[in-house]
């Protein structure tokens, strides 16, 4: 059973840079056939995709966090990562990863979700 | 401002059939397929349907979906208890960088 498990710190400060990482268990992130994406939910609102990243290192932002995000993968580890620079108080939210595909657009497997906070 | 359009709430009695919309354009729903998810409260979204109208393994046939032109709809029959939740739809947008995902804004389903 593929499971995704995202980590890192839970508290940020504002104009710094938010890092997580998300373990792939029970299956490659290799697989030609998926991507592998970030999407977060600020608290009470609804979701939104960050970007998503394919093994051989493509990668896909949301026009409006483009020049803030970077996604890497290594598929040593069989992770992969997000960095959000220059936060504010706006960045709070669960952050999620999850596998996508052609037919699962925003996922089919889902990480459980980490919030972050953004808070001097 | 969500590129696709959702109502905000819905609501249904136990054993009631209700549907909850989602409306686009022809760069999103109306060149792509449409996915459904469900979302309880404290959890990660679950896919409920995916290729418009497929139900992954699992997922109870009282989920069904429908898409025609630049809208879809999510439709639930035989409504329970336990199907209170947020509901969100989402499809590939075929943009200028390529194709991003965009969601619905969330329907709050409320079971009366």
Redesign the interface.
């Given at each position: 059973q593929l499971q995704l498990q995202e980590s890192g710190p839970g508290l940020v400060k504002p104009s710094e840079t938010l890092s997580l990482t998300c373990t792939v268990s029970g299956g490659s992130i290799s697989s030609s056939s998926y991507y592998w994406?970030w999407?977060r939910q600020p608290p009470g609102k609804?979701?939104?995709?960050i970007g998503?990243i394919y093994y051989s290192g493509s990668t896909?932002?949301?026009?409006s966090l483009?020049s803030r995000v970077t996604i890497s993968v290594d598929t040593s580890k069989n992770q992969f990562s997000l960095k959000l620079s220059s936060v504010t108080a706006a960045d709070t939210a669960v952050y999620?990863c999850a596998r996508?595909s052609r037919?699962?657009?925003?996922?089919?497997y889902?990480?459980?979700?980490t919030l972050v906070t953004v808070s001097s | 401002q969500s590129v696709l359009t959702q109502p905000p709430s819905a609501s249904g009695t136990p054993g009631q059939r209700v549907t909850i919309s989602c409306s686009g354009s022809s760069s999103n729903i109306g060149s792509n397929t449409v996915n459904w998810y469900q979302q309880l409260p404290g959890t990660a979204p679950k896919l409920l349907i995916y290729s418009n109208n497929q139900r992954p393994s699992g997922v109870p046939d009282r989920f069904s979906g429908s898409k025609s032109g630049t809208s879809a709809s999510l439709a639930i029959s035989g409504l329970q208890s336990e199907d209170e939740a947020d509901y969100y739809c989402a499809a590939w947008d075929d943009s200028l960088n390529g194709r991003d995902v965009v969601f619905g804004g969330g329907t709050k389903l409320t079971v009366l």
């Open positions: 994406g999407i609804g979701l939104e995709w998503s896909y932002y949301n026009p483009k999620y996508q037919i699962a657009v925003a996922g089919d889902w990480g459980q979700g | -």
